[in-house]
């Protein structure tokens, strides 16, 4: 019954003591309790937090994937780094082999078994070309253990920044996880229609209309991926929303988009504020079916475009993917456009 109070928990203050005389003491008091409006006011603030928590969750799956991708990178470079000294210290074994088994280790020596001026003079050039050679073969493999302990080293920190970020997501699920918990509570504290009103900012459309809405949205003639995307945005209407989701049985808001352009070819990063950087900035005057809104800055939200002022999106915990009117969401940011 909205209007009326929702009573949370009955809680009991403690008894008030009156210094040291126990018969003095006060009757219990009971908590005031909140009303409908306070109740869907903390709704939507547990509602965005937990969409931040979530959104950053996201974005450190993203760099932890990147840093994996930075030790096999690395510890390719290495391992090449590695093949390239064994090659050197090969090379440079064959040489002084080569300068032992034609005795030329000093012009002396050469200068004694000369049978000729002209002999002497080759064995000569021939000990400098050995010698030449032999610096070029330590240069190189001198480079090739320094590449190679730069990319070691490379690896390592890659690691170790993975690491990191492994620990920190941990942190950050448990905290995603006690911001649902609370959501999930306080909600249960609303009636069905209390429920309905706080996820319906606006009176709900009748079906007709909303397919009404979905048939008579135009999508440009040159934006054929952006007609895909709506579709298949679409098709996942009345889906529950799951923080970390993106298909096809539930959805986070960025699993949403990045699932609908996926189909249409344009892969998009699963988190509102990377997705934030793709493609080009959009005013808000200038919006096309297909382009994405994004809420807050770092974006924590974003949303699919499909016009006629209307936007699709996987809200939050509770709800579903459902259509709603762009002027209905707060702290709209910008728009991208990626098709």
Known sequence: MIGSVVVLGAVLAAPLAAHALPHLAGPAVTAKPLTTAQVTAKLRNLAKSSEQLSEQLNQAKIDIAKAQRQVVSATRTADLAQQKLRTAQQQLAISLASQYKSASFSRTVALLSANSTDNYLQT???????????????????????????????????????????????????????????????????TAAERAKYFTPAPPPAQATVNQVFSTVTVSSGSGDAATAIQVARAQLGKPYQWGAAGPDSFDCSGLTSYAWGHAGVSLPHSAAGQQGMGSSVAQSDLQPGDLVFFGSPAYHVALYIGDGMIIHAPTSGDVVKIVSLSSMPDYSGARRVG
């Open 124 to 190: 000569v050039q021939t000990m400098n070309l050995l010698t030449e050679h032999q610096g070029e073969v330590a240069t190189m493999a001198a480079t090739a253990i320094s590449t190679a302990n730069a990319a070691t080293a490379q690896a390592k920190a890659a690691v170790t920044a993975a690491n990191q970020k492994q620990a920190e997501l941990v942190k950050r699920q448990h905290a995603l996880n006690a911001e649902v918990t609370k959501y999930k509570a306080l909600l249960a504290t609303l």
